[in-house]
């Protein structure tokens, strides 16, 4: 698995049967396949070479520019029917029978459906 954050990427490597390996590398453009490198070079040494049945990619980066809601203006492709999810929600909020939600304004500036 592959988390890449604003200062580091973290990657991890499940072998079965095995300690977890995790490796650590500066965060830059080309972090994510230069940690993959990396952590396979580790994984040879240790048990030799194994095939990579996958890889699990996440970011720190973009989670956090949503939590924050800063960022770039993006559009928002989703399932056809699905159009307003993110806007709904989960009806999740702090005082259940306020009548006055405020709501923070979307990420995403325009929502594409496909099939």
């Keep these: 698995g592959i988390d890449q954050g604003g200062t580091f990427t973290d990657v991890a490597c499940y072998v ?10 500066l965060s830059s453009a080309e972090s994510s396949v230069l940690g993959v490198r990396q ?25 956090n520019a949503l939590l924050e809601l800063r960022g770039q203006k993006t559009c928002l492709a989703v399932t056809r029917g699905f159009k307003d999810l993110l806007i709904i929600g989960s009806q999740d909020r702090p005082s259940i029978f306020d009548l006055d939600i405020t709501r923070p304004e979307p990420l995403f500036k325009e929502v594409v459906e496909v099939d």
């Design 16 to 25: 079965p049967g095995k300690p977890i390996i995790t490796h650590k590398v």
């Design 39 to 63: 952590m396979q070079q580790l994984v040879s040494q240790k048990y030799g070479d194994l095939p990579v049945l996958g890889i699990r990619a996440g970011t720190t980066i973009a989670t």
